[in-house]
């Protein structure tokens, strides 16, 4: 069974952003995970385990356009390769499978699929910070 894990928006600065989220929600950094282009930060707070991604693009400094801007939804699986045959089965039509593994340490495996509004879904195979 699927199980939501997180949520992603990108913004412009970290400190503000960071900020807003823990005077408005109490959400907190709960992971940190830094790259050449762009930074990855998880907020969360004790009520769930479901996060906010904060995604800092190195270099962007205009606003992002809210009506095109990316974004999308997480849900993680116990077995990815399983639940992506299972979506294609379906007619689902899942991108490919990925495997995230920048300086050759694997950080995460996973696909999107489009929802019928074209909204994308991220499945995410369980492990290490994706429970």
């Not at 913004?11 to 282009?37: K, S």
């Not at 996060?51 to 205009?62: D, P, R, V, W």
């Not at 340490?105 to 489009?114: C, E, G, L, S, Y």
Request: proline fraction near 3%.
């Amino acid at each position: 069974m699927a199980k939501q894990i997180h949520s992603m928006i990108r913004v412009i600065d970290e400190a503000r952003a960071v900020q807003f989220y823990d005077t408005a929600f109490g959400l907190r950094i709960v992971d940190r995970l830094d790259f050449p282009d762009f930074t990855l930060v998880y907020l969360c707070n004790s009520e769930t385990e479901f996060e906010l991604e904060l995604t800092i693009n190195k270099g962007t400094t205009e606003a992002y356009d809210l009506g095109n801007g990316y974004g999308h939804l997480a849900v993680s699986v116990d077995d990815l390769d399983a639940e992506h045959a299972r979506f294609e089965a379906a007619g689902l039509n899942p991108r490919n499978l990925v495997e995230f593994a920048p300086a050759g340490k694997t950080i995460a495996r996973f696909f999107f699929v489009a929802d019928p509004d074209g909204y994308q879904i991220e499945v995410l195979e369980r492990g290490g910070r994706f429970k």
